[in-house]
T-cell receptor, first 113, second 117 residues
């Protein structure tokens, strides 16, 4: 049972344009959401997060939006750069489960020059 | 820069052989996680430990997988006997869970790529 889903395995975007990566979840009790970025042959690295009490969090070119009623979050990258090409994972956690993260399947972003 | 160290980086083994993957968490972190990356499931949580005690290993096939933390500087994931369907990248991550329940410093290792032929 996949509690966190990324339905797009891949996304291709032109440099300078906006990249939008989507993530859906089924458990309404999740209270913290994160995005990780992964380059080949490396482990995932933390990118940005959002608490369930917020609907938006911004960090430079990266913004995460949370729509609790739709159980949906998205990551916006503006403007996209070739160095952003990587696999992006969304993850969700429950506060009382002490750090246990449930990950989606990942979306491979390719930013073309 | 503190990091999580995993060994080996790559492992090719024959079906039926025992495989042991090792992880050195970041000093001071009290929680260690084992994940497996597959194309279909993404990153699956296999098991995790708090202060070396196993908290949840429900993600692991119990008959062949085992995870331990013999001391605070070493976590191991063992597969015996290994099967071709175990071929994947296995990641270890560590973090610090506070008394309040919050987690900080969640850091992944570079992974062990396992191929079972």
């Amino acid at each position: 049972d996949q509690q966190v889903k990324q339905n797009s395995p891949s996304l291709s975007v032109q440099e300078g344009r906006i990249s939008i990566l989507n993530c859906d979840y089924t458990n309404s009790m999740f209270d913290y959401f994160l995005w990780y970025k992964k380059y080949p042959a490396e482990g995932p690295t933390f990118l940005i997060s959002i608490s369930s009490i917020k609907d938006k969090n911004e960090d430079g070119r990266f913004t995460v939006f949370l729509n609790k009623s739709a159980k949906h979050l998205s990551l916006h990258i503006v403007p996209s750069q070739p160095g952003d090409s990587a696999v992006y994972f969304c993850a969700a956690s429950l506060y009382n489960q002490g750090g246990k993260l449930i990950f989606g399947q990942g979306t491979e972003l390719s930013v073309k020059p | 820069d503190a990091r999580v160290t995993q060994t080996p980086r790559h492992k090719v083994t024959e079906m039926g052989q025992e495989v042991t993957m090792r992880c050195q968490p970041i000093l001071g972190h009290n929680t260690v996680f084992w994940y497996r990356q597959t194309m279909m499931q993404g990153l699956e949580l296999l098991a995790y430990f708090r202060n070396r005690a196993p908290l949840d290993d429900s993600g692991m096939p119990k008959d062949r997988f085992s995870a331990e933390m013999p001391d605070a500087t070493l976590a191991t994931l063992k597969i015996q006997p290994s099967e071709p369907r175990d071929s994947a990248v296995y990641f270890c991550a560590s973090g610090l869970v506070h008394m309040s329940g919050g987690l900080s410093g969640y850091t992944f290792g570079s992974g062990t790529r396992l191929t079972v032929v």
